[in-house]
């Protein structure tokens, strides 16, 4: 199992290999990087694919501390410069896009493109902490298990959630956020939770920025992201039909087509300017 360690923490990581440029998969609360299995399948025969786990989630190691947006972006840098992948394409989604947006911004010697998805570069909306808090606390003290039944619909589209034929794929990823370890998941929640805004680093981000989001996310509404398309200069922005907040899995032909957009802008040496 790949694990390293990064500003002490055990990060585990997956890594195709390969020559071609490398795309870099930063995943969302309460996922690994196991989110991004049908992107690393359509591009891995061009690219050279990385996922990573957060600490204190999937299966990275948990951390007293450090899960502050600003740690959590100098461990991805930390991975990119480890591995020898800079510059690369950045792929995050919801808590990934916040490490994609501050590394864009801070550190562009790293990354070629950005795609950012169901994301925000607004702090946590006040109306949502209580709640939150209150499932966080029940995670903590009694189990994963006992908030399911909550959580499934923040992450997840009406449509993914009513087809009988993705039954199964539902039944995983419940299994999937259960399983994670409850300590670690619940400090990464805090750190959501607390966040800092990004609003003010995104007019310094200068490469192709693709912005993504289900047009039935409920945890980072779309208008949070025709925010991030005003705000970044030559960026292209979809909405995903049929998706809610975890685009990758729920749609991921809609996903990849907008990362692979996105590069291309890169390969074909343009910055293509903002849509209407």
Known sequence: MPIIDLNGASIHFTDTGGDGEAIVFSHGLLFSGAM?????????????????????QGQSGVTRDGYDMETLTADAAALIEHLGVAPCHFVG?????????????????????????DTSADPEPAENGPKYRILNLVARWI???????RVLPIMFGRTFLSD???????????????????IGITRAVSGVIARDGCADLLRAIRMPVGIGVGDEDVATEPA?????????SGSEMVEFAGAGHSSSIET?????????????????????????
């Not at 189990?143 to 039944?149: I, N, Q, S, Y």
């Open 36 to 56: 991004f299995e049908d992107q690393v399948a359509q591009f891995r025969d061009s690219y050279r694919c990385v996922t990573f786990d957060h600490r204190g």
């Open 93 to 117: 989604l919801s808590m990934g896009g916040f490490v994609g947006m501050r590394l864009a911004a801070q550190r562009p010697d790293l990354l070629k493109t950005l795609t950012l998805l």
């Open 164 to 182: 009988p034929a993705r039954e199964e794929e539902r039944k995983r990823w419940a299994s999937a956020i259960s399983g994670n370890h409850r």
């Open 224 to 232: 949070r992201s025709e925010r991030l398309h005003g705000a970044i």
């Open 143 to 149: 189990g994963l298990w006992a908030v399911v039944g």
């Open 252 to 276: 991921p032909t809609q996903v990849s087509a907008l990362i692979d957009q996105t590069i291309q802008r890169s390969a074909n040496g343009t910055n293509s300017q903002r849509n209407a």
